[in-house]
Every structure is written in C-alpha cells, then in structure tokens.
C-alpha cells in the first residue's frame, strides 16, 4: 500500500473533519484568470458546505461568472499531524432570502455554540440577509489526507 492511500480519510472521517473545523479556504477564479482566496466559515452536511457572503463580493462575482470552486480545510502544526480535505465543487448563489437567512442563522449557531444566542440575533440575521447571498459548495471530487495516521514514520 503507498503512503497516498494510508493517508487517505474514510467519507466517515471527512465528515468528522469538517464538522470539527471552522474555516474553509475558498479559491474561486478572479476576472484576471488568477485564483481569488477568501476564508470563510461555513456550516457542513456530510461534504457539501454552506454559508454566506456579501452579495458584492469578488468571490461572488467571480461564482456568479464561473459557479465552480475548490475548497480547502486543513488542520495541523507540524507534518505528521497535517490533515485537510480539498473539494472540487459546483457552487449554487443563494439568492431567496429565506434560504440566506437560514444559512445565517445556521452558521451563528454553530460559531456561537448556542441555540439562545442564534434565536436572540434573529433580527440581526434578517437584516444582514438582505445583504448577501448563501453558497452551497457541492463537491465533483474529494481529496483527503491525515498524516496522522502514519505513525510519526514517513
């Protein structure tokens, strides 16, 4: 077996790992044909992602003209504990009010870590939602690695 496919995360793991992290890494394709990258929080659902976004943001411009991104969420402080999955995903622009609202208070649950709070910011979420648009990130294709799982050997 090569040392790529011992490193491999089961679809279980993926999901465990992006329910555990809190940023993704966002690379869309800016108008001058280079990557744009923007951090973004975002609420998971086995591999596909949610969250939301200024409706006037380069990210979403550059969605709106080519709905494809790849996203990366990546955890460790040294090698051997370096972990991440990367998706190639098509990407759906939110535009109905109640779905961004939604994947706003989705996301303030799950950054806040309470219900309470989520309920209380309610207004604030509908106001903000006005704002912007959700993005659904679906992946085509999904690449994992956990170094972890060798050991300390290489």
């Known amino acids: 077996m090569s040392r790529r496919e011992q490193i491999v995360m089961t679809t279980e793991e993926v999901g465990a790992f ?25 609420v998971p659902e086995g591999t596909t992602l949610r969250t939301w976004t200024y409706g006037s943001s380069q990210k979403v411009a550059n969605l709106r003209r080519l709905p494809q991104a790849t996203v990366l969420v990546e955890a460790g402080d040294s090698y051997e504990e370096l972990r991440g999955v990367s998706m190639e995903c098509d990407v759906e622009v939110v535009e109905d009010g109640e779905r961004v609202a ?10 806040t870590g309470s219900e309470e709070v989520a309920v209380a910011a ?22 994992s690695w956990d170094h972890r799982k060798l050991g300390g050997g290489y």
């Not at 992006?18 to 975002?42: D, F, I, Q």
């Not at 939604?102 to 950054?111: F, K």
């Not at 309610?122 to 999904?142: C, D, E, I, M, Y």
């Open 18 to 42: 992006l329910l555990a992290e809190r940023v993704a890494t966002v690379a869309s394709m800016g108008p001058n044909g280079r990557p744009h990258l923007a951090p973004l929080w975002y």
């Open 102 to 111: 939604a994947i706003g208070s989705e996301l303030t649950h799950r950054y």
């Open 122 to 143: 309610s207004q604030f979420v509908r106001v903000q939602a006005v704002k912007r648009v959700g993005l659904v990130f679906t992946p085509t294709k999904v690449v």
